[in-house]
């Protein structure tokens, strides 16, 4: 990641000790305020020379002194030292930001986190999280449900998608690169949702099974991980929809629902406008969503 250097505007001090080609400290008179910055030391004379300098000690010291250009020689006691100024700054800046290489370094982060507690790091930090505050950031492991990042040490902030609704498992994939914007609150996942965007690429056929081996009483069929469930009746189940996106088609097939009849979902228009009446041991039925709770239904089953 590329390195932004800081300005310290009208920053002056001199050497207190010689200088030796290839050490990493200089001990001048004061420290700047803002690191990482660019110091010259002998500005304009046959010696000058620019380091990069990345700390400071407790007392008149500079350290992670490196040399950047100029003159590679030694320098002497009460030499001048100047600083990165203002419009040096915005120079830099302006040169990075007009790259995308540049730019990616400012609002990219590695994620150093853990599960649903991710971390990044920026360069230069960031002073706050203020809102349009955008980042990109890879993940290192997948979201196991609702999950927050901390920028910076800035303060953790949920992860929503969709303007306010929390992470389920699957919207983050370990290695995944994602965008995300702060809102004033929360950051907005701006990638699609992986679950979702499976299901919009197969037309609804999203693949996976969920078997419930004894349903009874309230009965909650997850939609984001599954869109086939084999239902096995052990008493009166009252079914609900969890997570079902418009477009997404689901299947249910019952055994043993002669015995326990299951109360469905509201919202479900037949495709003979009347709802099926379950016999024998296996029953099936299809739904298709069109509308927030609205669902457009057909018996597909019926075998004693």
Known sequence: MATLYEANDNFSATLTAGYTVGQN?????????????????????????????TGSTGGN????VSRLKGANVNLDNLTPITCLNNEEFQNQYL???????????????????????YAITLSPVPASLT???????????????AA???VNSLGAKAIKKNGSSALVTGDILAGQI?????????FQLMSP????????????SYQSVTTLATATGATALDCSISNIFLITMSGAATLSLSSISIGQTILIIFTNATAYTPTLPSGIK???????????????????????GAYIGAEILNNG
Not at 30 to 49: A, F, H, R
């Open 25 to 53: 400290t200089l001990s001048v008179t004061s420290v700047p305020t803002n690191l990482p910055t660019i110091v010259t030391v002998g500005y304009d004379t046959d010696k000058e020379t620019q380091f990069i300098i």
């Open 178 to 186: 994602s965008m995300l914007v702060y809102d004033g609150t929360n």
């Open 193 to 204: 949702n992986i679950v979702e965007l499976t299901k919009l690429l197969n037309k609804g």
């Open 131 to 145: 809102t349009g505050l955008t980042i990109v950031a890879k993940f290192n492991t997948a979201n196991t449900g």
């Open 148 to 150: 927050t990042i901390d």
């Open 95 to 117: 040169t990075m930001i007009s790259s995308v290489d540049g730019l990616a370094s400012i609002i990219f982060g590695a994620d150093g986190g853990s599960t649903d507690s």
């Open 61 to 64: 010291t500079l350290t992670g």
């Open 270 to 292: 037949w495709n003979d406008s009347t709802a099926p009446t379950f016999v024998g041991n296996y029953n099936a039925i299809s739904l298709f969503c069109y509308g927030t």
